[in-house]
């Protein structure tokens, strides 16, 4: 009965609001929210604070309730007749923009039904999808049992201090969903191992070395400055060579993409680490640390520092090599590790550190240790089932690699919108890529599954 009676409604509102759902994502992603220096009454910078308002004000716009909590977070609500709390939340800060992109990051474009523009999956598209899904149970009077929130976040890319933010100071919900992964039920993610490999003093041939946009992201282009002499040199695939003062700078060109899933990137920074080797461009103590370097870039499972690790609940550990840079005589390269349970943050940290044979140590070293709930539980079975029932899928709960909100939350797991299955146009890139991209027709069965799932969650216990 209810499919029956709650399926054509939503059908009808997916088809009206297709035309304001993708204005409302423009709206969002024109607003260039990567995090910046601290402002008073803007912690995160002025770009997701920015973002944050626009959002709470297309919240106000559709009828609903909004609060900004001192540019943290901000959420849209409904009252429930009860005690108990569902709620969505999604992010409104972007990784930047990178590079290799052939329309501008933050002018969202309609192409051959799919949206481009940083964002647009990740994760303002999914914001506007939780919007307009609280809009639906408002414009249908729908009777809540349990009240219904859309939390907005400010943080999430760079550390998700909203969310420790809001935890501090507000209740947490007694269930919650993050459209922030895959269709159809992501019930645990890897732990998360950030931290820097660094170098002694050098102060040796190379003069500057730099590449990378964020930890999290592979980067697709790196450059570096070293002392030698141009004509002894050669290109070859994924590096050029230019000269430049008596030295040369190599550029590497590579293949971007989420650090959670680097299978099939190409990091540059470690084209530009074999060609520094293979010519013996350097002095003895840097090839002692490119070494590792080396060991590090080629392989992602983490098999060249000894890491490599995996369980029977999550894939394989994965880790990348995100930004570089050379900052007091010391190289910098960042790290991002996903790891299951086989492992420790503590056990990855020593083993690096025992990989770097003393020519590389461990710096800034932080993690958080996996996450996971039981397939079982019946919030996680009614949004399953509402997924499938909306496909005509079986879709199965998985785990990833990716860190979501849900990690931080009691009772929480992310829930689309994306698909493993849809393949990319030529155009189009994926989440945290260069011409990021979001299929329209996904996004409006997404808004019909988040429509569902939030009225079938209102018949749960919670």
């Known amino acids: 009965m209810f499919f029956e009676k709650y399926g054509p409604l939503a059908d009808a509102y997916v088809a009206e609001n297709e035309q304001n759902v993708i204005a409302a994502i423009k709206r969002l992603v024109d ?96 914001s506007v999808l939780c919007l307009y899904a609280l809009k639906f149970l408002k414009d249908n009077a729908v009777p809540l049992r349990h009240s219904v929130r859309a939390l907005l976040g400010a943080n999430e890319e760079t550390g998700m201090a909203d969310v420790d933010y809001y935890l501090k100071n507000f209740a947490a919900p007694d269930f919650c969903f993050s459209p922030d992964a895959e269709f159809p039920v992501c019930h645990g993610e890897k732990g998360g191992f950030n931290g820097s490999l660094v170098s002694g003093e050098l102060h040796g041939n190379i003069l500057e070395f730099e590449g990378g946009v964020a930890h999290n992201v592979v980067p697709d282009r790196a450059a570096c400055l070293v002392k030698a002499d141009i004509t002894a040199l050669t290109g070859r695939e994924g590096i050029t060579l230019e000269a430049e003062n008596g030295a040369v700078r190599i550029r590497g060109w590579g293949k971007g993409g989420h650090a959670a899933m680097p299978a099939g990137t190409v990091n540059a920074i470690g084209l530009i680490v074999d060609y520094l080797l293979d010519n013996r461009l350097c002095t003895p103590e840097e090839e002692a640390y490119l070494k590792v370097l080396q060991k590090l870039h080629h392989a992602t499972d983490g098999s060249g520092m000894g890491i490599a690790a995996s369980d029977e609940v999550f894939d394989p550990l994965t880790i990348i090599g995100g930004m570089i840079k050379l900052e007091g005589g010391r190289l910098w390269q960042d790290l991002d590790c996903r790891y299951p349970t086989a492992i420790t943050g503590a056990e990855i940290e020593r083993r690096l550190n025992e990989a770097g044979a003393g020519a590389a140590a461990v710096r800034q070293a932080r993690w958080s240790e996996p996450f996971y709930i039981e397939a079982g539980d019946p919030a996680i079975q009614a949004l399953l089932d509402t997924y499938n029932q909306v496909t005509g899928e079986h879709g199965k709960p998985f785990t990833m690699g990716g860190g979501t909100y849900a990690r931080h939350f009691p009772r929480a797991v992310s829930f689309g919108p994306e698909r493993a299955d849809l393949a990319l146009p030529e155009f189009a890139g994926p989440m945290h890529g260069a011409n990021e991209g979001a299929n329209i027709a996904h996004l409006m069965q997404a808004l019909k599954i988040y429509i569902l799932a939030l009225l079938r969650l209102q018949d749960l216990e919670l």
């Open 31 to 126: 607003v260039p929210s990567v995090e910046g220096a601290p402002e008073p009454g803007k912690p995160f910078g002025p770009g997701p604070a920015a973002a944050l308002a626009e959002g709470l004000a297309l919240a106000k716009e559709l009828g609903l309730a909004a609060h900004n909590a001192d540019n943290y977070i901000g959420w849209a609500e409904l009252p429930g007749t009860g005690d108990k709390q569902v709620a969505t939340i999604t992010h409104l800060d972007v990784v930047p923009q990178g590079n290799g992109w052939t329309a501008a990051p933050f002018d969202m474009q309609v192409k051959d039904g799919w949206l481009i523009g940083r964002g647009v999956a990740d994760d303002k598209g999914p």
